[in-house]
């Protein structure tokens, strides 16, 4: 019987403990993530205010949404961002770490010196890039200099929104950087060994050498940089204030959904119908990286 009972007891032990060592990082999980999402989910389909939980309201909220003109401005600029950011921080980030994986003197600081805007606050570096292109700042006296300026980088739709794009694009290069770095370590250097041998050059060893190499780390940077792009809040945020630049032409669907959600008036429910907004489209953006290289594996 002793026997009998001390296999049971294992068994039990063995069953019940992964639970255990799973269950930290399931209540947080379930604490912080699902349980937001779940209420978010909720109230997407109510009226729900700051300080009043609202009513069920069905598909009102969307229906609002799809009259409402700040939300197709803020999902033109959120769009935009995607198709024109990603594609600098999927190959710019990438020809840095061609730069740098060389074993040459020095260049410890150059990788040190390219990821530090990635540690650097986001706000600090937000604030330091708008006295930059202030129209008394640095970048229009280098322009006023050679003849060339001012321009209202800070006070135009467009030149605010495309400031703001490149300063998303130089923040997360030392970031993908990094990544790269680890993808390219795994790339066979006898590859470059033969197409040298054959006569390639530095360009046709990129293009057929290090591209295929880290196609799949490629892939993994358009993923991450593109929900990242279109759920970007804080560099349009410090750079266009909380209005959303001129008229809120420069608001994206983050600062739409921060703006419409806060306050003692808040609209609720209508900034969780945005949330979910937000949500299908930077997860459609995922499903669609990876479709796409699955489709290109397949041909």
């Known amino acids: 019987m002793t ?61 609002d949404m799809a009259q409402d003109e700040q939300f197709w401005i803020a999902l033109r600029n959120s769009s935009l961002y995607v198709v024109l950011v990603v594609p600098f921080t999927v190959l710019l980030p990438l020809l840095l770490a061609l730069l740098v994986q060389k074993r040459i003197p020095g260049v410890a600081f150059f990788r040190s010196a390219f990821y530090t805007p990635v540690v650097a606050s986001s706000v600090v570096v937000a604030l330091i890039w708008g006295w930059m292109l202030d129209d008394r700042g640095l970048v229009n006296g280098i322009l006023r200099a050679l003849g060339a300026g001012p321009f209202a980088f800070l006070g135009d739709e467009w030149l605010l929104l495309f400031s703001a794009m490149a300063l998303t694009v130089w923040k997360g290069l030392g970031y993908y950087m990094i990544i790269y770095l680890a993808a390219l370590a795994h790339v066979p250097r006898e590859l470059y060994e033969a197409a040298a041998v054959d006569g390639a050059g530095a360009l046709r060893r ?17 993923a991450l940089s593109s929900v990242a792009a279109f759920k970007v809040f804080s560099e349009v945020f410090l750079l266009a204030g909380p209005t959303g630049g001129p008229a809120g ?27 979910l907004v937000v949500f299908a489209v930077a997860l459609l953006l995922m499903l669609l990286v990876l479709r796409a290289d699955r489709t290109r594996r397949r041909t």
């Open 3 to 63: 026997g009998v009972r001390h296999v049971e007891h294992v068994r039990t032990h063995r069953a019940v403990s992964p639970w255990l060592f799973l269950l930290p990082g399931l209540a947080t999980v379930t604490a912080f993530s699902l349980y937001p999402f779940l209420t978010t989910l909720h109230k997407a389909f109510t009226d729900a205010r700051t300080l009043t939980p609202g009513g069920w309201v069905g598909l009102r909220n969307f229906r």
């Open 206 to 222: 990129f293009t057929a050498v290090t591209v295929p190499g880290v196609r799949s780390t490629m892939v993994l940077v358009g």
């Open 249 to 275: 032409q420069d608001t994206t669907l983050v600062m739409l959904v921060q703006r419409t959600g806060t306050g003692l008036n808040g609209r609720v429910g209508y900034s969780s119908a945005l949330s």
